[in-house]
């Protein structure tokens, strides 16, 4: 059974950090694309960061959170992180690691995404 649980979410100050966690299952990891994603209320879900699999393990972020968010993998641990620096008000949403195999998609796109986590809560405080 595939299985992907996000940790780490929490309410921080603006300005502040936070590192969330992803701890994969089921699935051969090194594999596969994993890509965090947020959904604000009201909002369309969106792409944040993405790795590709360990054999390239190429990066890419949404251009509003370059060079304060930061993307890594620990394929000895099946589990990807997202590195949060300097968070804003903005960066509130619910907060969902995905694995994905589709390689005809964007690494932030949801079409790439074969398995979603259930999500975790970030609030950021002005």
């Known amino acids: 059974e595939v299985q992907l649980v996000e940790s780490g979410g929490g309410l921080v100050q603006a300005g502040g950090s936070l590192r969330l966690s992803c701890s994969a299952s089921g699935f051969t990891f090194d594999d596969y694309t994993i890509g965090w994603f947020r959904q604000a209320p009201g909002k369309a879900r969106e792409g944040v960061s993405a790795?590709?699999?360990?054999?390239?393990?190429?990066?890419y972020y949404l251009d509003s959170v370059k060079g304060r968010f930061t993307i890594s993998s620990d394929n000895t641990k099946s589990t990807a992180y997202l590195q949060m620096n300097n968070l804003k008000p903005e960066d509130t949403a619910v907060y969902f690691c995905?694995?994905?195999?589709?390689?005809?998609?964007?690494?932030?796109?949801?079409?790439?995404?074969?398995?979603w986590g259930q999500g975790t809560q970030v609030t950021v405080s002005s």
């Open positions: 995905a694995a994905g195999s589709k390689r005809s998609y964007t690494p932030l796109g949801q079409g790439r995404y074969d398995y």
């Open positions: 790795i590709t699999g360990s054999r390239n393990g190429r990066t």
